[in-house]
């Protein structure tokens, strides 16, 4: 049975980090390339950022020198770091993963208010 079971969301303040989760299991994790994702009240699911199976990891413009992207294969982890995080970063975040099929997590609510 896959699973990607995501945590570390909360309440921040604007300028604050956060450093999400993502646990996967049921798949070849070490093969998967691996995204995070993110979707704003009334607004479309967007690509954050993804890390391939290798390791190397690229952004979208908006989080770009904010958020790290990593993976830890041997806890079949990937993580976001969220640092300098603003209002406009405010999502329910989602990790995806990719080996021959793709694999949704439940999501983590980020709220980032004063």
């Known amino acids: 049975q896959v699973q990607l079971v995501e945590s570390g969301g909360g309440l921040v303040q604007p300028g604050g980090s956060l450093r999400l989760s993502c646990v996967a299991s049921?798949?070849?994790?070490?093969?998967?390339?691996m995204y995070w994702y993110r979707q704003a009240p009334g607004k479309a699911r967007e690509l954050v950022a993804a890390?391939?199976?290798?390791?190397?990891?690229n952004y979208v413009d908006a989080v770009k020198d904010r958020f790290i992207i990593s993976r830890d294969n041997a806890k079949n982890t990937v993580y976001l770091q969220t640092n300098s995080l603003k209002p406009e970063d405010t999502a329910v975040y989602y990790c995806?993963?990719?080996?021959?099929?793709?694999?949704w997590g439940q999501g983590t609510q980020v709220t980032v208010s004063s």
């Open positions: 995806r993963g990719v080996y021959l099929r793709q694999y």
């Open positions: 049921g798949f070849t994790f070490r093969s998967a390339n």
């Open positions: 890390i391939t199976s290798a390791g190397t990891g």
